[in-house]
């Protein structure tokens, strides 16, 4: 959903004074209020971004010690393990490093 389509549905809340027209002070807040939303969405979203990296590496490494993975299967793309975690480490690392990084801004 775009801003504008967000200020339509938020129209009817926009007149705070009541008074039966939009000033653009209220249409400001509105704006405001809606990026403060999106940036909200955004940054759940990173989050959960996150979290499926970090499951996904915990669930991946706990299934390489099960008897369904040959070790030879294993030894064969080992090289591709490693490209997994580091891919995987990087999407962690980068959401840790973002995310304290706009903590002190």
């Known amino acids: 959903m775009t801003i504008e389509d967000r200020i339509k549905t938020y129209a009817k809340t926009m007149d705070t004074n009541n008074d039966g027209s939009v000033s653009t002070l209220e249409v400001d ?8 939303e999106l940036a909200e969405e955004k940054s759940t979203a990173h989050r959960r971004m996150a979290q499926a990296a970090m499951g996904s590496i915990v669930g991946f ?10 070790v030879e299967r294993i030894s064969a793309l080992s090289e591709l393990f490693g ?23």
Not at 29 to 36: H, K, L, P
Not at 61 to 70: A, I, K, S
């Open 29 to 36: 807040q509105a704006r405001s209020i809606i990026d403060m």
């Open 83 to 105: 490209l997994f975690y580091i891919s995987c480490a990087t999407i962690v690392g980068g959401y840790m490093g973002v995310s304290s990084w706009m903590s002190k801004r």
């Open 61 to 70: 490494t706990g299934m390489l010690f099960t008897p369904m993975v040959d």
